[in-house]
């Protein structure tokens, strides 16, 4: 099955760009997603992106998808304190329809 | 549209003691979830229902029970709480699309037992 790793903790300043990064482990992937979760409450789509793009943006998101490597990264521009939440990486194997879901990263933005 | 409902929202119990969280959703999906999240562990699946009348193990099925009461609602039960159950449960739900798994979840029941 798949396993899904992300780093815990990013801290950063108002203003500047935060870039979280996921790998994972199964090469059959077919949809990877990033969640965000707010204080109290449930986890919501930010941005998804199928298996056979290299990058998706979306206003002030990028993910960037490296099929080789196994990496998946979710880049916000311009990070405001509003950004601050966790952030769930998820990958989707090919060989069933449920996400496993990484860790998830604390993002804490400074003013 | 409420989107996933879950109740309660907080709980506290005794040891021993038994309960069922509550979830429902009015987005018409198939599928639903039971999710535990523990500081440090992310999000483990408890149990799922690809449709009415279907329900599967996931990671971590050991000492809960769940039924589908019908499309919109998916319950989930502990018979004998433990304090290793103290958790946020989350439920989802979702309707998988040319493959795309796009979940939906609730705010989350904070349980605590005691």
């Known amino acids: 099955g798949e396993d899904v790793e992300q780093s815990l903790f990013l801290s950063v300043r108002e203003g500047d760009s935060s870039v979280i990064n996921c790998t994972y482990t199964?090469?059959?992937?077919?949809?990877l997603y990033w969640y965000k979760q707010e204080p109290g409450a449930g986890l919501q789509l930010l941005t998804y992106i199928f298996s056979n793009m290299d990058m998706k943006q979306d206003q002030r998101l990028t993910v960037l998808l490296n099929k080789k490597d196994k990496h998946l990264s979710l880049r916000i521009a311009d990070t405001q304190t509003g950004d601050s939440a966790i952030y769930f990486c998820?990958?989707?194997?090919?060989?069933?329809?449920?996400?496993?879901f990484g860790r998830g990263t604390s993002l804490i933005v400074h003013p | 549209n409420a989107g996933v409902t879950q109740t309660p929202k907080f709980q506290v119990l005794k040891t021993g003691q038994s309960m069922t969280l509550q979830c429902a959703q009015d987005?018409?999906?198939?599928?639903m979830y039971w999710y535990r999240q523990d500081p440090g562990m992310g999000l483990r699946l408890i149990y799922y229902?690809?449709?009415?009348?279907?329900?599967d193990k996931g990671e971590v099925p050991n000492g809960y029970n769940v039924s589908r009461l019908n499309k919109r609602e998916f319950s989930l039960r502990l018979e004998s709480a433990a304090p290793s159950q103290t958790s946020v449960y989350f439920c989802?739900?979702?309707?998988?699309?040319?493959?795309?798994?796009?979940?939906?979840f609730g705010a989350g029941t904070r349980l605590s037992v005691l």
């Open positions: 989802a739900s979702s309707e998988i699309r040319r493959g795309e798994n796009i979940q939906y």
């Open positions: 229902s690809a449709s009415e009348g279907t329900t």
């Open positions: 987005m018409n999906h198939n599928s």
């Open positions: 998820a990958g989707q194997s090919g060989g069933s329809y449920i996400p496993t």
């Open positions: 199964d090469s059959s992937s077919t949809y």
